[in-house]
């Protein structure tokens, strides 16, 4: 009895041990197929990435503007917070590096206004339509007259405040302005 008992255990091992290909080979066909689906979703991905982002930037990086803010309307602290608001925002092509922020030499400034020193008309138009000031806010300067090196100066009015976008946000032209 021994004997048969030893046949019959292995005559069944042999089929299990026939079987189990068909079922290994079933599961590296489903593992291979959701491996391949894996991948396809990872290079999609990827793929929107890398086109979403060179969609977003333009030609060259944004113009960085030595900037001095004065505050030209008495109210305390307004250029130290414009100055802040300014450093995280982008108007239009340009950013902004705030390498001054004081008092202006009077506090009795009505509208805010713009003095270029290194950007030609059409740039300093374009600056003061993104700010949200009008052309007549905007006056250039000599370079000679510039002892901080400075690309522009904003002086802050009692009336007018230049609009900046949201942290993070980039800003066009402004298509609201009157």
Request: net charge positive.
């Amino acid at each position: 009895m021994k004997a048969k008992t030893a046949k019959n255990s292995g005559a069944g091992s042999r089929r299990n041990s026939h079987s189990n290909p068909r079922w290994k080979s079933r599961l590296l066909n489903v593992a291979i197929l959701l491996g391949t689906a894996v991948v396809a979703v990872f290079v999609f991905s990827v793929a929107g990435r890398l086109s979403y982002s060179h969609a977003e930037k333009s030609d060259r990086p944004p113009r960085v503007l030595r900037t001095q803010v004065l505050n030209g309307c008495g109210m305390p602290g307004v250029a130290a917070l414009f100055s802040e608001q300014l450093v995280r925002s982008q108007v239009g092509e340009f950013r902004f590096d705030v390498i001054n922020r004081d008092n202006f030499d009077r506090f009795d400034v009505e509208n805010s206004f713009l003095t270029v020193y290194t950007l030609s008309p059409d740039e300093a138009l374009q600056l003061a339509q993104a700010l949200g000031l009008s052309s007549e806010d905007v006056f250039m300067a000599e370079r000679t007259d510039n002892p901080w090196g400075l690309d522009v100066s904003i002086v802050l009015g009692k009336k007018t405040t230049p609009v900046l976008p949201p942290a993070g946000v980039t800003s066009g032209t402004r298509s609201d302005t009157p």
